[in-house]
């Protein structure tokens, strides 16, 4: 999981810390670039562009979801 495509490496100091990014993009958009990004045996090549992608595509699903439901809401009032 590096940048530069190279192995990561605490004496090269090319890690990226899970911690900052699942604060600066949640725990959700992490675990579901980990799982979308590739199969379990081979290794992740770490690209915060797919990051963002995965940002935007969850605030999508939820905004989605959160028009239907209020749209069940305003059905069940009437």
């Known amino acids: 999981m590096s940048v530069s ?3 990561m490496s605490k004496s090269k100091g090319n ?3 899970p ?3 699942a604060e600066k ?3 959700d958009t ?3 670039a980990l799982m979308f990004g590739g199969p379990p045996e081979s ?5 915060e562009n797919f990051l963002v992608s995965m940002k935007s595509f969850l605030d999508k699903v939820a905004k989605s979801a959160d028009n239907i439901y209020l ?3 305003k ?4």
Do not use: P, Q
Not at 43 to 47: A, R, T, Y
Not at 75 to 78: G, N
């Open 5 to 7: 495509f190279e192995k």
């Open 15 to 17: 890690g990226v810390a």
């Open 19 to 21: 911690d900052t990014m």
């Open 25 to 27: 993009y949640g725990v």
């Open 30 to 32: 992490l675990r579901l």
């Open 43 to 47: 290794d992740l090549n770490f690209d």
């Open 71 to 73: 749209k069940f809401e």
């Open 75 to 78: 059905i069940s009032h009437k």
